[in-house]
């Protein structure tokens, strides 16, 4: 167990709605990064948070968002779905010293039908 | 365009004898690099690392090697063990800490009796 916690684990939508995915960091954690892994695909960085602020940003399309709470629980909001958003959508955090290590939570499942 | 690629999408290798993963790399800016494991309905697991100032780095039965003028790293196991079968990731992260990892695609370690 990582410490980091996704839900939910799984989620089936169809194509134009908007979901939201939620991210709990590990204690003490101030990092959040979110990562899409799309079939065949190798992980994808999307977006990074510290602290609640956007600390980077990768290939996060549009329509994707994303904020961190003050209590560092994170969230990624998917609008607009369509076939092509369905993936595995891991979140990670990591403390101000281990930057470079991020963990990993198991996952959300996102299926668009 | 990848700037960290694992050509091989998977490695068969019989139980006890060395398995090699290899990861090669394009951007010159990256100064960290570490491998993940990840079985399958679980988040990637961190294993070990390496800074861009050395060239060697060791912990157990895993040694990682990065030859940065070749922009290759790889992942060495010794013995294989039936519990080492999974995807195994190398990623790659440039200054300072603050920005999300660049993924391969993985390579699926297969460990035959």
């Given at each position: 167990d990582s410490g980091v916690t996704q839900t939910p684990k799984h989620l089936i939508t169809a194509t134009g709605q908007r979901v939201t995915l939620r991210c709990s960091p590990r204690s003490g954690d101030l990092s959040v990064y979110w990562y899409q892994q799309s079939l065949d695909q190798g992980l994808q960085f999307l977006i990074q948070y510290y602290n609640g602020e956007e600390r980077a940003k990768g290939?996060?399309?549009?329509?994707f968002s994303a904020q961190q709470f003050p209590d560092l629980h994170s969230e990624l909001n998917l609008s607009?779905?369509?076939?092509?958003?369905s993936a595995l959508y891991f979140c990670a955090s990591s403390h101000p010293g281990q930057g470079a290590r991020p963990f990993f939570g198991q996952g959300t499942r996102l299926t668009v039908v | 365009d990848q700037q960290v690629k694992q050509n091989s999408p998977s490695l068969s290798v019989q139980e006890g004898r060395i398995s090699i993963l290899n990861c090669d790399y394009t951007n010159s800016m990256f100064d960290y690099f570490l491998w993940y494991k990840k079985y399958p309905a679980e988040g990637p697991t961190f294993l070990i690392s390496i800074s861009s100032i050395k060239d060697k780095n060791e912990d157990g039965r895993f040694t990682v090697f990065l030859n940065k003028s070749a922009k290759h790293l790889s992942l060495h196991i010794?013995?294989?063990?039936?519990?080492?079968s999974a995807v195994y990731f190398c990623a790659a992260r440039a200054g300072g800490g603050a920005d999300g990892l660049t993924f391969g695609k993985g390579t699926h370690l297969i460990i035959q009796p």
């Open positions: 290939n996060i399309l549009e329509r607009s779905l369509e076939l092509g958003d | 010794v013995p294989s063990q039936p519990g080492d």
